[in-house]
């Protein structure tokens, strides 16, 4: 049996591979693309792509895709196979540069903002030699970015790489400042961590809501849950095990860094965090790993849930989006350094972040606005929805000195100058964790904790790496401009903490005086999609992320269009799945139920007319009752969902959705929920959250 260094990476196209299969001059020219962004030349791309070949070919493969991430949130591939007609009537594989390079998906099928009608149909997709090629099945998948037959982006991949080379663009520019001259690269990464639900197949298929949503729209709390919290990080059951065991192996042989894995505080809730690559990489991945999840889950009976709240009082799935910058010297800009020069420089990049998620709050709550994420936010082991900062007590304490050049504790010997000074000594990890903040420093990176469990990093990244890049361009056109640098740094950095405390915050994100709190400190609080989508267009936002070229402002609109449509979709598709199952299967077992009662108490009254039948009578008037409060509910939704066809734009339906339409789906599944306790086990027509979060034991 190999080891798994020995398969590591077996079923992708990486460097290795490339050195073993391209000659020497194709191989320069290609890393030279990769590492530089110079421009791929046609005859290095037919070599590449004859190698790509006959390696997939080697390995099984008979087909090759344009694999891209399209507005949906998940991925996409049409296949092709390798064959051509030979002048003999047979075949033979090819698969030429032109082909490696660029493919033509119809465009016009997916979300796309009303950038592409029906007659409209022609997209593009464009090879990323900064992201390996690697083998599923029998396919080859090269990853692709994904635009209109205009040129504009329909995917989450290509602003992504646009943030990514805005961030190294500005961040550049610092450290030359900082007499860095050899460095040429400055790339951000990330490690999302990532937490599912897994349960039975059984109770999956016997569940409508869950199939075609993701979620449980009814379901009465289980006598038991997760109070004790004796399922986190607790022993790993067989079954679960076997699955996770496969999972490695399958995300290891595609080159995926899969590392962490344990139990999270849910009863059938795991995580898996993986060793952090380069965003755009890691994004890749993090697309790979929940497809993989839900394919070998179906191997072992099971079914991977990755919606951000599948259960109602019962923990939410995130990805926590752990994010740092390192030069390509392996530097990591986010880390104190060795020497003052260094720790000015560090705290400069700090307080970039800082400024940034200040000045760009709504956009980095936009960036993992969904219908699902709504439900998660604000809840147990999830961030509230207003987006706050944790530093820890140590580096509070350095930035307060430096904001009011008075001595620091720590050291308490100077006042706190940049550049002149001697600064503290910064430690790795001398602060403890915030699991209630958004955004937390962690000793080398900063964990963006929001992310929802079943959305792409890439909108996150993309919103981070662009305030950022941002922030950095400002401090680089005053230093540029300095007459004395120190001065000007000492300053800035001073400022830059005075302007923007507001966004740091290191006590309990959980209580209900931190929602004031924030309010007065003019923190935004956009508790849902419809609330804080609408500022994605705001004159600011739009200057910000087309003075970077991350977005057109004809992409942001269309974005925000596909967003929207999104949000309002998938509400309307769980209140109509509510009424299917309300009037189909929970009415009827209800009323079945209430008639076993009724006739068991006749059947005691015949044989002893002197018994009261206490029980069967109280049951019978309170099933009677919730009987007629369930319909009468599913009647008002039924009102409710029509009504919201009738609005001419999606703001104005999104708005009533939010107001009109949650609302009656949780008076419809207040009822349901409370004639679930009553009726017998036997009689309930789908499974409980007691045999579905258990389900896996």
């Known amino acids: ?85 030979a002048p003999d009537g047979r075949v033979i594989m090819e698969f030429s540069g032109k082909e490696l390079i660029k493919g033509e998906p119809d465009a016009s099928s997916f979300p796309s903002g009303g950038l592409r009608a029906t007659f409209e149909a022609r997209g593009s997709t464009a090879w990323d030699p900064t992201s390996y090629a690697f083998i599923k099945g029998k396919t080859l998948c090269i990853p692709t970015a994904f635009c209109s037959y205009g040129g504009e982006a329909l995917d989450k991949k ?4 646009r943030s990514m080379e805005a961030l190294n663009r500005q961040a550049l520019r610092i450290l030359r ?137 019962v923990n939410g799935s995130g990805k926590h989006n752990n994010w740092s910058i390192s030069t390509d010297a392996g530097q990591n800009l986010l880390s104190p350094g060795e020497t003052p020069h260094d720790d000015a420089q560090f705290l400069l990049f700090l307080c970039a972040v800082i400024k940034a998620v200040d000045d760009y709050q709504d956009l980095l709550r936009i960036s993992v606005a969904t219908a699902g994420n709504d439900h998660r936010l604000g809840a147990n082991e999830a961030p509230p929805a207003i987006v706050s900062m944790f530093l820890g007590d140590e580096l509070n304490g350095v930035l307060e000195a430096i904001e009011t050049d008075s001595p620091y504790a720590g050291v308490a010997k100077t006042q706190m100058k940049l550049g002149v000074d001697v600064l503290p000594k910064f430690n790795r990890d001398t602060t403890d964790r915030n699991r209630t903040s958004p955004f937390a420093f962690t000793g080398n990176k900063f964990e963006f904790r929001m992310v929802g469990s079943a959305d792409s990093i890439a909108c996150a990244n993309i919103m981070l790496n662009t305030a950022v890049a941002e922030s950095l361009r400002i401090y680089a056109d005053r230093l540029e401009k300095a007459d004395n640098f120190a001065d000007t740094l000492h300053d800035m950095i001073r400022k830059t903490i005075k302007d923007h405390k507001r966004i740091i915050f290191n006590g309990n994100g959980y209580d209900e005086s931190w929602i004031k709190e924030a309010a007065a400190r003019g923190l935004c609080n956009f508790r849902t999609t419809a609330d804080c989508l609408p500022h994605l267009l705001d004159a600011k936002n739009v200057d910000l992320l087309t003075r970077h070229g991350v ?19 998938t509400i309307l598709i769980e209140a109509k799945t509510m009424l299917s199952m309300a009037k189909t299967q929970i009415l009827p077992a209800v009323e079945a139920y209430t008639a076993t009662v009724a006739t068991a108490a006749q059947a005691k009254k015949a044989l002893c007319p002197s018994l009261a039948c206490a029980y069967e009578t109280e049951t019978v008037e309170r099933l009677s009752a919730l009987t007629d409060r369930i319909a009468a509910e599913a009647a008002k939704l039924e009102q409710t969902v029509a009504a919201a066809h009738a609005f001419r734009t999606m703001e104005e339906q999104s708005v009533y959705i939010r107001d009109a339409v949650r609302g009656a789906m949780l008076s419809l599944r207040t009822p349901c929920d409370e004639a679930e306790t009553i009726v017998g086990k036997g009689a309930w027509p789908f499974p409980t959250y007691a045999d579905i979060l258990f389900s896996t034991r």
């Open 158 to 161: 290509t602003p992504l790489l």
């Open 551 to 569: 977005y057109s402002e004809t992409e942001l609109k269309a974005r925000y269009g596909a967003i929207l449509e999104t949000y309002c979709k």
């Open 1 to 85: 049996m190999e080891s798994v260094p020995e398969y590591f990476g077996s079923l992708v196209f990486d460097d290795r591979v490339m050195k073993a299969h391209l000659s020497a001059s194709v191989y320069a020219s290609l890393r030279k693309t990769i590492d530089e962004g110079e421009k791929l030349d046609a005859k290095v791309a037919d070599a590449v792509a004859t190698a790509m070949r006959e390696w997939a070919v080697q390995h099984g493969a008979t087909h090759f895709t344009h694999w891209f991430q399209p507005l949906t949130g998940i991925t996409a591939e049409k296949h092709d196979s390798f064959i051509s007609r």
């Open 177 to 313: 400042l900082f007499g860095n001259t050899t460095v040429k690269h400055v790339a951000c990464n990330v490690g999302p961590e990532q937490e599912y639900f897994l349960i039975t197949r059984e109770m999956y298929d016997r569940r409508p809501d869950l199939k075609f949503t993701g979620r449980t729209l009814f379901g009465a709390m289980p006598p038991k849950g997760q109070e004790m919290d004796d399922h986190y990080f607790g022993s790993i059951v067989p079954k679960v095990a076997a699955f996770m065991n496969d999972l490695n192996e399958e995300l290891w042989k595609l080159g995926i860094f899969a590392k962490t894995e344990h139990n999270e505080v849910a009863p059938g809730q795991h995580e898996l965090a993986p060793i952090f690559t380069t965003t755009n990489v890691a994004t890749d991945h993090n697309q790979l790993t929940m497809e993989i999840m839900q394919r070998v889950a179906e191997k072992h009976g099971l079914v991977c849930l990755l919606h951000e709240k599948p259960f109602a009082g």
